[in-house]
């Protein structure tokens, strides 16, 4: 039977035992209704799980426990999605099935066409909490990382030069993603572990001629993702997706 999983604080857990934040321990009181003796797996989020006895459902919820292992759910390829900013239900709904497709970080990106630049510290706040609860649903081994957002052009020059990175382009007529993939001589690697992939994708309007300019001045490759437009919200999680199939994430 799967068990529900938590990340919790490091501090938390000592001495073989886990002592449940607040969050944690209402959730497991109230919403799933659970007692002492029944088991939930907590993680560390920094690769190892824990299989808890649960030893008390009062004010304080603390556990004992029973195995640690590694753990699982974390791609080999690290995938970086830099989304330029949406309306706020699209953003969300993007980073909530991004960490279950297998993202590993997200970088907020403001960008020329984007219609709303600030996020107030409650609004990542909120964000940083839906990747996490997605984290544990998904079954993820590490909560993918949030950055507060940054401009496009420090987005892109803060990527390594020597490092692969790709910006689907509705203008772009012939490359695709698996030429870019393949030509790289990547997908034929029996273990592409630490291979970094950094994606950009655009807001509703799109990027700019200029954006894509600068883009490929720092050596950013422009494809197209197939013959339909896909929304700003879509765009990422198709290209995520086909990347983490063909290395045989999928």
């Known amino acids: 039977m799967r068990l529900p999983r938590f990340f919790v604080s490091p501090d938390s857990i000592r001495d073989g035992r886990v002592g449940l934040e607040e969050s944690v321990a209402h959730q497991i009181q109230h919403v799933l209704r659970l007692r002492a003796g029944q088991h939930v797996v907590v993680l560390d989020n920094s690769g190892a799980e824990y299989e808890v006895e649960l030893e008390a459902t009062c004010a304080a919820v603390s556990g004992r426990i029973v195995a640690r292992r590694p753990a699982g759910g974390e791609p080999r390829v690290r995938i970086t999605l830099y989304q330029a900013l949406l309306k706020l239900d699209k953003f969300e709904w993007l980073l909530q099935k991004g960490t279950e497709v297998g993202v590993a970080a997200f970088q907020p990106i403001v960008s020329a066409r984007v219609v709303r630049a600030e996020v107030k510290p409650h609004r990542l706040e909120r964000w940083q909490r839906i990747v996490r609860e997605a984290a544990e649903q998904s079954e993820r081994g590490i909560i993918p990382p949030l ?16 490092a692969l990175a790709i910006i689907p382009y509705e203008e772009e007529r012939t490359r695709s993603l698996r030429d870019v993939l393949r030509g790289k001589d990547l997908t034929g690697l029996e273990d592409p572990s630490g291979l970094s992939i950094h994606l950009f994708i655009g807001p509703e309007g799109g990027f700019t001629l200029d954006e894509i300019e600068f883009a490929i001045q720092h050596r950013v490759i422009p494809l197209t993702l197939g013959p339909r437009i896909l929304r700003a919200e879509t765009a990422g999680l198709v290209a995520a997706s086909a990347i983490l199939y063909e290395y045989g994430e999928l």
């Open 147 to 162: 950055a507060e957002p940054m401009t496009f052009e420090q987005a892109v020059e803060n990527v390594g030069r020597d």
